[in-house]
């Protein structure tokens, strides 16, 4: 009896560490002595004691490495300093493990000579402004190289590109003149806008003074037609009406008379008299009742 319990603790204690749970994230590469066997997946595996062995336990997540920044030569012979970041995903566990040894490392290795290549037929303007171009291609080589070694690159990202201190300092020259210049540009443009704009007022404003002394001297000399058709209206309803009344000759010569005697009490030296009176006579006694007249005023 204590012999078969020992052989059952053996048992138990060979058996269970050859039982083995893969979870979902991970792939495992199984060989059999010493020959590549299978490629575990997610799940309840069991391995063969004494024969089989885990080589490699492979992350299938998506992976981001951030190396460090490489000097790259553009092509009009500008040094520079670049550094990328590499996102790639393990697409194949056995060819990650027996295609290439120290993967991340050869991943390193590719990413700064394929930069190197792409930076080298580029000047320095287009390498500043060319970043998604860089990208593209590097993505594309990294790529179709990695294939082989079961990585999937997802993307390259080119993360700081550091030019020389000297040419920055060009640069920011460069860039200080540009900005002046635009602002001198736009200063200019204001003075000149504010300029029209003055004038254009200043147009508008003697127009409109003129077209109001216009309104007003329209305005004025219709005032005086309109009082002048007022006097000639009632002059001829006057005379309109002494018609009606059918006035005689001695109302006539009443009216005559007023009118003389206004004429008398002007400051004029001359009378002209009318030819319609009746005689001489009666002119001088009315001339001298009208000087009579005046001279007891004074």
């Keep these: ?39 575990w997946e997610h799940g309840v595996h069991f391995m063969v004691p004494f024969m089989d062995r885990i080589v ?91 294939d082989p070694w079961g990585i999937k ?29 635009r602002e001198k540009i736009l200063q200019a443009e204001g003075e000149k806008k504010s300029s029209v704009l003055i004038a254009e007022g200043e147009k508008e404003s003697a127009i409109l003074r003129a077209e109001a002394e216009k309104e007003a001297k329209i305005k004025r000399a219709e005032g005086e037609a309109e009082a002048l058709l007022k006097i000639k209206t009632a002059e001829a309803e006057g005379i309109r009406l002494l018609r009606e009344a059918k006035a005689d000759k001695a109302v006539l010569q009443l009216k005559s008379f007023e009118t003389l005697s206004k004429v008398a009490d002007g400051q004029s030296t001359k009378i002209i008299i ?3 009176l009746q005689n001489i006579a009666t002119f001088g006694t009315v001339l001298e009742e009208t000087m009579d007249s005046k001279k007891n005023n004074k």
């Excluded at 078969?4 to 979870?23: D, G, N, R």
């Design 56 to 146: 490699n336990i492979v992350l299938l997540k998506e992976i981001v490495r951030d190396f460090d920044p490489q000097p790259v030569i553009t092509k009009d012979n500008v040094t520079m300093q670049i550094d990328t970041v590499v996102y790639f995903q393990i697409t194949d566990a056995k060819l990650y493990t027996y295609g290439v040894e120290y993967p991340i490392s050869a991943i390193e290795t590719l990413t700064a000579t394929t930069l190197r290549n792409i930076i080298g037929e580029l000047e320095l303007d287009q390498t500043l402004t060319s970043r998604d171009i860089i990208n593209t291609k590097m993505r594309a080589i990294l790529d179709e190289a990695t």
């Design 1 to 39: 009896m204590p012999l078969f319990l020992i052989l059952l603790v053996l048992i138990a204690i060979i058996v269970i560490p050859c039982v083995k749970i893969v979870p979902q994230s991970k792939s495992y590469v199984i060989e059999r002595l010493g020959s590549y066997y299978t490629t």
């Design 153 to 181: 690159v997802n993307r390259v990202e080119v993360k700081n590109i550091l030019p020389p201190k000297d040419i920055q300092e060009a640069m920011e020259k460069q860039m200080r003149a540009e900005r002046e210049r």
């Design 274 to 276: 009318p030819t319609d």
